[in-house]
């Protein structure tokens, strides 16, 4: 049992074997991976809309077209706008779509920004993002986080 936990990637004809062939444990192991897996592939659906991999504002367009009435949803597209999971597609599930990536985008140009001040000062920032910023000021960091990476690249630059 131990051992099947440690092996990555198993194929799916080895996975069958085991399935079928296995001990109780080892099938019972199995099988709970393959929940596992499951539950992780749609957790990380939930909110990608176009289904490539990233939450960010080509979702948020997609959906804002929907609620606007100028677009149709698949019916996989719907699951994945569903972020409430109250079975409809609406403008609360906007709210956590709209709030979740742009977020994630902060998030991403808090570290770009560390990145670079490490490249620049050879000085490691230890720790993690911390967000604490309401909605209604998350575009104004946005853009304050750009300039201060313009910032610094400029300064890199000069000197
Ligand atoms: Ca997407
Ligand atoms: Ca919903």
């Known amino acids: 049992m131990f051992l099947l936990t440690i092996i990555p990637d198993i194929s799916s004809s080895e ?7 296995g001990s109780i444990s080892e099938k019972h192991a199995e099988v709970e991976k393959l929940d596992k897996e499951l539950l992780a592939k749609q957790a990380r659906k939930k909110g990608d809309i176009n289904d490539d991999g990233k939450i960010d504002h080509e979702d948020i ?9 100028k677009s149709e949803l698949t019916e996989e597209q719907r699951k994945n706008s569903d972020l409430n999971q109250d079975g409809v597609v609406d403008e609360r599930d ?3 779509l709209y709030s979740f990536a ?14 670079l001040y490490s490249s620049l000062s050879g000085q490691h920032i230890p720790g993690h993002v ?8 998350i ?6 986080l750009d ?11 000069r000197f």
């Open 130 to 137: 911390v967000l604490n910023v309401d909605n209604e000021n």
């Open 147 to 157: 300039s201060a990476k313009a910032l610094l690249v400029i300064l890199n630059k």
């Open 94 to 96: 906007f709210k956590i």
């Open 102 to 115: 742009t977020r994630r985008e902060v998030e991403d140009k808090v570290r770009d920004l560390q990145d």
């Open 139 to 144: 575009e104004s960091v946005k853009s304050e």
């Open 15 to 21: 996975r069958l074997k085991k399935l079928q062939e």
């Open 61 to 69: 367009e997609i959906l804002k077209d929907y609620l606007g009435g």
